[in-house]
């Protein structure tokens, strides 16, 4: 799982154990593609997202959620991947749609990849914060988490925390917590901003382009109906996201997340003066971990 510290290495797998572990099925029986056709291949536990000229592709989980843990293992597309984006969400349907999001744009080669997050609440977003990884996306699988519940929305990087998005749904911020969403992920072509904002296009003659995605794992609660909305949030200890241990980072995680985001940050919005005029969102202002 990449870099982790031994000992939130120990406590992350030591908490996991207490919970019954990885749930773990085959991609085959808890996805399905969705669109591109061939150029998406679901096979056992692998899966295979391309993008030519022509069209990209993607695929959803058969299930939606509402708070848990979403995992995913990905390997992104290698070499000149300038103008595409491969996209790993969580998302409801409809204009007043909720989601939570790492996109992956791509690069010109030898150049790093940009790792962009964002959350939706009923249809609105504008809540971006990008980084550089710390490693090389494309050389070998990494694991990519959103764990989300009732308290807050926190995004892993081989279980490194480099955001938190609290919620602050009670003073009228909005916060994804009544809409139930599916996993989607995706491989598609957007050179018009991707990279350098658009300058740099995508070069159709490395086509196909490839990115790899395994071992899914929904830790998470199923929605069924609105009636989910209280049962998934139920303080229970079925309900393990509940529990007060995941309202708040450690000690030790905010630690690994400041030091992703002093060295490895390029964009928050919060600090955005100029797009906002001084009228900052209001949750900036307020404490996130």
Known sequence: MGFMKPLFAALFFA??????????????????????GQLANISGDQL????????????????????????????????????????????????????????????LTGQPYILHTNVYAQGVGNREQQFYPWFDPTADFHNYTIHWNPSEIV??????????????????????????????????????????????????????????????????????????????????PANWWTSPAYSQLTQGQQGQMQWVRDTYMIYDYCKDTNRYNGQMPPECSKPQY
């Not at 919970?19 to 969705?34: K, L, N, R």
């Open 15 to 36: 908490t996991l154990a207490l919970h019954g572990g990885f749930v773990h099925a085959d991609i085959a029986s808890t996805m399905s593609v969705t669109w591109g």
């Open 48 to 107: 295979q997202l391309q993008l030519n000229q022509y069209s990209g592709s993607g695929a959803q989980s058969n299930d939606e959620f509402l708070f848990g843990s979403i995992e995913m293992l990905i390997k992104l597309v290698p070499g000149n991947s300038a103008g595409t984006v491969t996209a790993y969400y969580l998302s409801s349907l409809g204009d007043a749609h909720d989601e939570i999001d790492f996109e992956f744009l791509g690069n």
């Open 155 to 236: 995004w892993y990087v081989d279980s490194i925390p480099i955001r938190v998005y609290r919620n602050y749904a009670s003073e009228g911020i909005g916060y994804p917590n009544e809409q139930g969403m599916r996993l989607y992920t995706s491989l598609w072509n957007a050179d018009d901003w991707a990279t350098r904002g658009g300058l740099v296009k995508t070069d159709w003659s490395n086509a196909p382009f490839t990115a790899a995605l395994r071992n899914f794992q929904p830790r998470a609660c199923i929605w069924n109906s609105p009636v989910s909305i209280s049962q998934c949030a139920a303080p229970t």
